[in-house]
């Protein structure tokens, strides 16, 4: 079999699970989950075996015209070079993993068959993205990933909050999917077709016209599906829904789209100074913003939500240095250990009865009750610190090596201003990631107070996905010498420069917080134990006890994201700061000021003007032809000798103005 038709079973399997699954999932239940399994892991075994087909030498392509156009014409077409067939292997793994977890995570969710049909839908869609080779056919899976968001975040559709979640997910990547759309087919009309090699041609040949424009187009569907400054916002929020959805998100889907379209398109961005300058300073703010309202948050999952926006601001600025080896190197490793902290973060929420940080902190041996999710996350958090030698320390030292070299003057595509911007705020977001993350690991497994309760071990295949995913966050970034083909052929090997400044920053934000705690922790109001913010049913399915937490959070707190807990080192370390980051800075405020306030102020004035002054002509016509109907049928009784009076009566009438016309004309 050819590799190009291996690569066509990768998305194809598991849109035949989906839709598999959702035929068969009230009439032959027992099949539901091979159907979301199955096709899953097949799906990733092919994606390594094209891989090693690819082996990271010259791209394979293939296509095929899908429908005439009489314009630009469609195909379908793949384009298969290494960082497609690697981003595949990641999509893959991260995809399964999360299929074996979901079988026992929502065990006894009676909307499992749906669930695991729009995980496997999200799959196909999102290995469409990477695989494609022409433009028309990646919107196609990028449309199809947010229709499947909407769905599986808004899978606890009972609680107001996954509602909520769900639709501003949606609404707000369609708001960066609009300039998207137009700077496509702009693209498109410059280079005279879809095709992403034919479009890369155009682009070295000097065929586009308005690079500026269009890449600041396409950069506003990045920033939606990306969730970058501004349109971020959605992505924190999006913690309502199951926690497996969430690691398939953040880590190897949606979030990544964005990111991989940018690097799949460098040439056309990097045509434009200014597009990279604007790039970097969004990357910049999403790095230290994002940092910041992470070390504020109480809810477990927003935490990590915060930090898969500052993650992925790296790879941004990574893209904005004019370095996508080092974007796409980041994003494989943050793929495994973001994966792994979301999927050790539902064993701990269902292990604790809360999400909150705050009654974990209340809370002494949650890390015996979970011994797996324990050592994994710790295993995670050390790689999402950057700390030699785990995964993330090598993909995060080569974007800061990027980063230098384009400050330093040594990069032929982007400017020295985007260097150092992006360089600057990555060394601040270092040691803020590993403030965070430290706090996060105290809050969770150093607690003081009652023991947690029991609720015996975890299904075991919960806690082999995340050994199976502790294996890349530690080993996948000594690989890094022999990626070389795979990544442009340039090394992302570490600098003794940037390894020494991100590590010792990193090392300097985990002591301080680390510091911090210790001094608090014998402090009187910290015994305060907060209340409320704790499953009604702690010993229900991991499922259930999630959905309960997120809505006891609000209940306990009045707040989703934030807990007046005067024993979080969070809370004393940014200060008269804190409530800004705990509620992100009030951009949603000032988006609801701006946008959404006047929209809905003008929607109240149309519906206004509708009813009172549109309706009213409308029911003024009616009033008066039922008026007259009311007068014509008065006249309508059903007499003959009234209507042979009125004849008679109309008849002399009309005999006696004919006389009187007759005079006055004689008179006259």
């Not at 190009?4 to 009230?26: E, I, S």
């Not at 899908?66 to 595949?88: M, N, Q, Y």
């Not at 800061?400 to 601040?428: K, Q």
């Amino acid at each position: 079999m050819t590799t190009t038709t291996l690569a066509v079973l990768v998305p194809l399997l598991p849109f035949l699970g989906a839709a598999a699954g959702l035929l068969l999932g009230r009439t032959a239940p027992g099949f539901v989950r091979p159907l979301a399994v199955l096709p899953t892991l097949a799906a990733a075994a092919i994606a390594v075996l094209v891989a090693v087909r690819q082996g990271g030498g010259k791209a394979i392509d293939a296509s095929t015209e899908l429908t005439p156009t009489g314009s630009v014409p469609i195909e379908l077409a793949l384009h298969l070079d290494g960082f497609a067939v690697l981003v595949a292997v990641l999509v893959g793994l991260v995809a399964s993993c999360v299929q074996i977890y979901s079988t026992g995570y929502l065990r006894d969710d009676p909307r499992y068959p749906s669930y695991a049909a729009l995980v496997s839908l999200f799959t196909s869609a999102m290995l469409l993205v990477v695989y494609s080779g022409d433009l028309m056919v990646l919107l196609v899976g990028w449309e199809i990933m947010g229709i499947c968001s909407y769905f599986l975040v808004g899978h606890y559709w009972e609680t107001p909050e996954a509602r909520a979640a769900s639709l501003k997910a949606f609404l707000v990547t369609k708001l960066g999917d609009v300039p998207f759309l137009i700077g496509l087919f702009a693209l498109a009309a410059d280079a005279g077709t879809f095709r992403i090699t034919g479009i890369l041609g155009s682009v070295a040949a000097g065929g586009i016209e308005n690079p500026t424009l269009i890449a600041l187009l396409l950069l506003a569907g990045v920033a939606g599906k990306s969730a970058q400054f501004p349109l971020h916002t959605w992505l924190p929020d999006a913690m309502a829904g199951p926690t497996p959805v969430s690691a398939l998100i953040h880590a190897a889907t949606m979030v990544a789209a964005g990111i991989y379209f940018v690097a799949r398109l460098l040439p056309v961005f990097a045509a434009s100074a200014a597009a990279l300058t604007v790039l970097a300073v969004m990357a910049a703010v999403t790095l230290v913003g994002s940092g910041l309202a992470a070390l504020a948050q109480d809810d477990i999952k927003r935490v990590l939500a915060y930090s898969t926006i500052g993650q992925l601001g790296y790879m941004a600025g990574a893209l904005a240095v004019g370095d996508r080896g080092a974007a796409v190197f980041h994003l494989l490793s943050h793929g495994a250990f973001k994966a792994l902290l979301f999927l050790a973060a539902g064993v701990i929420i269902h292990a604790a009865g809360t999400n909150s940080l705050a009654a974990m902190s209340r809370m002494s041996g949650l890390a015996k009750r979970v011994p797996d999710a324990y050592w994994t996350m710790t295993v995670a958090l050390l790689a999402l610190a950057a700390i030699p030698p785990f995964a993330g320390f090598f993909s995060k030292e080569a974007v800061l090596v990027a980063a230098e070299h384009a400050a330093l003057g040594e990069s032929d595509i982007a400017p020295g201003a985007a260097g150092w911007t992006v360089l600057v705020s990555g060394l601040i977001t270092a040691l803020l990631t590993a403030a965070y993350a430290t706090r996060l690991w105290l809050l969770t497994f150093r607690g003081r107070g009652a023991e947690a309760p029991d609720h015996g071990r975890q299904p075991i295949v919960m806690n082999a996905v995340l050994w199976a995913l502790a294996i890349p966050s530690l080993a996948f970034g000594l690989t890094v010498g022999y990626l070389d083909d795979w990544f442009d052929g340039h090394s992302l090997t570490p600098t003794v420069t940037t390894a020494v400044l991100g590590t010792g920053v990193a090392l300097v934000g985990g002591l301080i917080t680390y510091g911090t705690w210790r001094a608090i922790q014998y402090r009187a109001d910290a015994a305060r134990i907060p209340l409320g913010a704790v499953a009604a049913h702690p010993e229900a399915a991991p499922s259930v006890v999630e959905a309960e937490a997120i809505a006891a959070h609000v209940s306990a707190y009045g707040d989703i994201a934030a807990a007046p807990d005067p024993a979080d080192p969070g809370r004393l370390l940014l200060g008269p700061l804190h409530r800004h980051a705990a509620a992100g800075f009030h951009i949603d405020a000032v988006y609801s000021a701006l946008f959404v306030r006047p929209v809905r102020a003008a929607a109240q004035l149309v519906s206004f003007l509708d009813r009172e002054v549109v309706e009213t002509y409308v029911r003024g016509s009616g009033t008066g032809t039922r008026w007259l109907g009311t007068a014509v049928r008065r006249a309508q009784t059903g007499n003959v000798q009234t209507y042979l009076s009125a004849l008679l009566a109309g008849s002399v009438v009309l005999a006696i103005a004919a006389v009187v016309l007759s005079n006055v004309n004689a008179g006259s």
